[in-house]
């Protein structure tokens, strides 16, 4: 539908949108993540929009999304052992302890 809607074009479709109440805002994202239980949704290079009608917010979201279960990266662990000089076992604990953060895990290990 290249025209829009029914031929309307898309300036004629936001001011009708606007006449209804309904507000659309595109928002400039580079990821999308979506926290399931032991899980994530990860959408890359995503269009997203938020829509506002009579004070609910909606939000589309589309682009490339692939699964991820829930862990430590092998480059994160790398990272920390590197940083910390302690084995990997020791560095995936700390990772799985800090919930992900580098930064926290390498404290973890240096303290």
């Known amino acids: 539908m290249l025209g829009g809607l029914g031929g309307i074009n898309p300036k004629q ?5 606007k006449q209804m109440g309904i507000k659309q ?14 899980s994530r949704i990860v959408i890359e290079n995503p ?6 009608m009579q004070g609910q917010e909606s939000w589309q979201i589309t682009g490339e ?9 092998r480059d994160d662990i790398c990272l920390v052992v590197e940083k910390t ?6 560095a995936k604990e700390a990772l799985e302890k ?4 580098i930064a926290e895990a390498i404290l973890i290990l240096s303290g």
């Open 47 to 52: 269009s997203v929009q938020k829509i506002t």
């Open 13 to 17: 479709m936001q001011a009708m949108m």
């Open 65 to 73: 999304a692939h699964e991820e279960a829930d862990g430590v990266s």
């Open 25 to 38: 805002e595109e928002i400039d994202a580079k990821r999308v993540i979506i926290e399931k239980e032991g």
């Open 85 to 90: 000089n302690k084995t990997e076992e020791e």
């Open 98 to 101: 800090s919930k992900g953060d």
